[in-house]
């Protein structure tokens, strides 16, 4: 089993920066990692993905240049730097993995999540 906690979220107001972190215990793999959200009324929805050795990242075209993925695996951590934040940023943000190797961005090819951290901007 592998136990992923998010942490960071809150209550920013737009233009500002959060950084999330995941961390995780337990069996860990060798495998991508990735960030989805979940705003309200809304589905889950993927954000942003990275390979093991941080080698490939893959972003959604919303958060594209604002948003930045990374991991330290000596810390079983990895990292969402967001900037330049939206009130449409807002969602329930979750991390992802297991345990696939390569990034995957549906849902259901995750076998592991985190509890979520909430994030809110306002305008």
């Known amino acids: 089993q592998v136990q992923l906690i998010e942490s960071g979220g809150g209550l920013v107001q737009a233009g500002g920066s959060l950084r999330l972190s995941c961390v995780a215990s337990?069996?860990?793999?060798?495998?991508?990692m990735g960030w989805f959200r979940q705003a309200p009324g809304k589905e889950r929805e993927f954000v942003a993905g990275?390979?093991?050795?941080?080698?490939?990242?893959y972003y959604a075209g919303s958060v594209k240049g604002r948003f930045t993925i990374s991991r330290d695996n000596a810390k079983n951590t990895m990292y969402l730097q967001m900037n330049s934040l939206k009130p449409e940023d807002t969602a329930v943000y979750y991390c992802?993995?297991?345990?696939?190797?390569?990034?995957?961005?549906?849902?259901?090819?995750?076998?592991?999540w985190g509890q979520g951290t909430q994030v809110t901007v306002s305008s």
């Open positions: 337990g069996r860990t793999f060798s495998s991508a």
């Open positions: 992802a993995t297991g345990p696939l190797a390569g990034i995957r961005v549906e849902e259901h090819e995750y076998a592991y």
């Open positions: 990275i390979t093991w050795s941080s080698t490939n990242t």
